[in-house]
Structures are given as C-alpha cells and as structure tokens.
C-alpha cells in the first residue's frame, strides 16, 4: 500500500523561487531550457557542475548568469599553466606590524565559485579544488577554514583534444555532480541572439533574483524530499551496472550513488513532487555517472562512449514496479 505525505509548505515557494531564477538565466542563454534546469538541479542538489564543449557557445555566460541570478559572493578563477594551488585556497603572508602570518582568503571563499577552461591549469593546481568541493573546507599550513553555504563550483572546459589542455583527474570528475555540453544553438536561437546580444551584452542587465537565504531555504526544502526504498535500491542497481559493464574499465562509485540521489530530490522538487520516481533517476544517469566513466579499449575501438553505455544500462535495468509514493 502506498504511502502518502503532504507537500512541504515550502515546496510551493521552491518551484516559484527556481522559475525566476531560470527565467533570468535564460535572458541571457536563449533555447538551452534543459541546460539551466539542469544547472538549477545542480545548485539544490548542493553540488558542483561541469560544463564542457567547444570554446564559444556560452559555457562561462551561463555560469555567469547563475552567478548574478543570485545575490551571493561569487568570485571568477582564470584557468591557466601558471596558476598555483595558492592562487586558488588563499594563502597565508607575515604581518610586519603584527609580526604574526595571516590568512590571506583566495577566490574559493565565495558562495558561487566560477572556474574558467579548467583544465588548462596543471593537476597540482586541479587537485587544489578537491577539499573545497567534498568537505566544504580549506587548510592551510595546518589550518582549516569552513566555506560558507551554499557553495557550488561551476567549472568550464575545453574538449581535450584541443591544444593546451591537460586532463582531469579521475577524484576530481568524481567531485562534479554533473556534466553536461552546452551544444551549438538552433537557428532561431542564433539568429535572437544576434539581436539581443548584438548592442550590448544581456548579462549587464541582469538583477538578482534571489537572496542567499533563499537558496538555503530551498536546499533544506530539497534535503525533505522523500525517497523510497525501492527507488533507493534502484538507484544502487543503476550504479552497480556500470561496474560490471564489459564496456567501461572503471565503473561509478558510491559518492556517484550519493550524489545521483541528492540531483533526483532536486529534479522531483523542480517538478513540484515531494518524492522521487524512477523517472528522476533515468533523467540524471547520463550527466551524472557518464563523466565517471572509463571505457574499456574494446569500446574505445568500437567508438561507444560513456554517454552511450549508460544510456543502454538505464535500459536493461530493472524499474521498480510500484515505488512508494
């Protein structure tokens, strides 16, 4: 017999508070609906997200436009080869009036972290990110500094074959709860674009339209949001395919698992439902686990793509039948 549960009060101002949200982003990145909802997905799910694709079609507006959607402390990292962990966590300088080291915070300390062409920065310095965005923190010559919340990495990268790129580490993939490729626009989306963006840059005008609380708010409204135990288990199935996969060599791990669940609370919240369905779950697999992903040589030679395979394992997976609502 299926259980039933109220809609959280709350659950109302969710949805309202993220259609704002999705509306300013989307005077900015015209017919990319799914994009933001995605993005949005990612925010609630308290997670971090990556953009990758060819350089020009919006992957840093969009980021941007998240950024200034929101009024939070957002601060902007340049990806290069010279950039230094430091340059990143902050760094501790000698006070001579003080004659004592102080903290000198870097540009992580933000509420919205936006990370430029990533991996044009050397692993050493990639690898700077990977206690930011598990643990909330940073340390520093033994020191640990708490991040405030809502904290939330959006970072963008180039494909690797393009020239000056360097790979990112399989735990740092591991840490983005998402990927996702912007894609070329349509005509009609290209041709508005003219217009709109041919002046002057739409992100200029773009006004806040929610408060830091808010996104807390809405957070803690997504963390309600019920999951049954079937569904759970599917979730647990979905993951465990990818690791007994002939095609990948490297299967998702359980942070993956975690991660799959906390984005379908969010994308059953952004549907105005208090619980999640399997449906939630089909939706997320390829951005959230494809990314995770190492296929194997046979499946390399044959061209099939993480993408691909997970695609076919959403599939063949067994859906739970009557899931508790």
């Not at 402390?73 to 966590?89: A, G, M, W």
């Not at 520093?140 to 000056?164: K, R």
């Not at 809405?218 to 979905?238: C, G, N, T």
């Not at 105005?272 to 449906?279: E, K, L, N, S, T």
Request: aromatic share 4%; glycine share 4%.
């Amino acid at each position: 017999m299926a259980v039933t549960h109220d809609v959280p009060p709350r659950l109302d101002e969710l949805v309202v508070t993220a259609q704002r949200i999705h509306q300013a982003i989307e005077s900015v990145i015209e017919g990319k609906g799914d994009v933001v909802r995605l993005t949005l997905t990612v925010l609630l799910a308290e997670g971090h997200l990556l953009i990758e694709d060819v350089p020009g079609v919006g992957k840093t507006m969009l980021a941007k436009a998240l950024a200034r959607s929101i009024d939070c402390p957002v601060r902007r990292i340049q990806f290069t080869p010279d950039l230094l962990p430091s340059d990143i966590t902050g760094v501790s300088a000698y006070n001579q009036q003080t004659r004592e080291f102080e903290f000198k915070p870097g540009p992580v300390f933000a509420n919205i972290v936006v990370g430029d062409e990533i991996n044009r920065a050397s692993p050493k310095t990639q690898s700077a990110l990977l206690e930011c965005m598990e643990e909330r923190q940073v340390t520093v010559d033994g020191s640990t500094y708490v991040l405030d919340g809502p904290f939330m990495v959006i970072a963008t990268q180039n494909p690797i074959e393009m020239e000056g790129t360097y790979p990112l580490p399989e735990a740092q993939r591991d840490r983005f709860t998402a990927r996702i490729a912007m894609g070329y626009p349509e005509a009609s989306a290209e041709l508005e674009m003219l217009d709109v963006h041919g002046a002057a840059s739409p992100l200029d005008k773009l006004e806040p339209v929610a408060t830091t609380a808010e996104v807390r708010a809405l957070i803690d409204a997504v963390r309600a949001v019920y999951v049954s135990q079937p569904v759970k288990k599917y979730a647990v199935d979905l993951v465990t395919a990818t690791r007994t996969s002939p095609d990948l060599r490297l299967g998702a791990s359980p942070r993956s698992t975690l991660q799959l669940v906390r984005a379908a609370r969010a994308h059953a919240a952004l549907s105005g439902r208090d619980y999640v369905i399997p449906d939630d779950l089909q939706e997320l697999s390829v951005p959230v686990l494809a990314h995770r992903l190492l296929p194997s040589v046979e499946a390399q030679g044959q061209r099939r793509m993480p993408e691909q395979v997970v695609a076919e394992l959403v599939r063949r997976v067994p859906v739970p039948e009557a899931p508790a609502k």
